[in-house]
DNA sequence: AGGCTTATTGAGAACGATTGTCAATAACTG
DNA sequence: CAGTTATTGACAATCGTTCTCAATAAGCCT
């Protein structure tokens, strides 16, 4: 389990930044294509490894899409959860520590421990009425 | 568009009770093997339709897992949220009116219309510590 | 700058979950 | 019971993701 040395890329840095430039939450094909239309060179599984390194640093934040793909999203550091058009995938960060404190009452009410919770807001925005 | 008859059929009714039988979530691969060990020589593809048919029916809740399969599981009809044991998948239903307003609100709140969520609490459930 | 070590890359194969195909079967109707 | 057709099951096909491995290039040390 010897930590191996991580090594900075050019290719990680473009996906970084494509990532970044993203509108919502984007699968890493669909990064993939975006950054061969510019003319990169990058591999598919490249793409794939990055963002998987990128949302383990916690620079990304994944999501499984309701149809079993993993899409990501650049986002800030701290914890937090997404709203999300269901239409345009515009996407706003919320924050809400009274429903973090009831996810972690709820399990150890029920004995549970080292709690952990998924939640994510659906709906269409206001510009895709 | 004409809507067709369903028919009710010896397999289905075998996938419902295989399903109730179960502890947690399932997959239908796991369902399957089930009921091909108590004999069955039902069909695998027919397993993912008949758990399709019963999640559109309301009589089990899709759980998209970790690792990108779907899981199924019976539950009662009305809206609720999971709490689920990682190590061995016992599964507790949760109910919380604070926090299905604060879902909605939230999304109104960004002018984000027709709302719906996805809530999950996991944890280690005390058997399992 | 030059050379060494080895993490990383990219192309393609391999994989696993899910869905489609289609002839055979079996629910319902009357 | 006979006719219509939804459903079945075996298999092929699809699709997202991971694996393999030889080639490349970061980082490090003169
Ligand atoms: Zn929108
Ligand atoms: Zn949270
Ligand atoms: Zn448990
Ligand atoms: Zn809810």
Redesign the pocket.
């Known amino acids: 389990m ?1 930590d ?9 840095d473009a ?1 970084r930044h494509a990532l970044g430039e993203a509108i919502g939450f984007v ?3 669909q990064l993939h294509l975006v950054l061969k239309n510019h003319g ?14 990128l949302a383990e640093a916690g620079e990304a934040d994944p999501l ?2 309701k ?5 990501y999203r650049a986002c800030t550091t701290s914890h937090h959860h997404h709203l999300i058009c269901r239409a345009c995938g515009k996407t706003v960060e919320i924050e809400a520590d009274r429903v973090e404190k009831w996810a972690d009452e709820v399990a150890s009410e029920h004995g549970f421990t080292q709690p952990s919770h998924t939640i994510d807001i659906f709906g269409t925005c206001s510009a895709c009425q």
Chains 1, 2 share one sequence.
Do not use: P
């Open positions: 010897a191996l040395k991580r090594r900075n890329t050019r290719q990680k996906v699968s890493a094909q990169s060179t990058i591999g598919l599984a490249t793409v794939y490894r990055a963002l998987a390194d499984q899409s149809d079993g793909e993993l899409l």
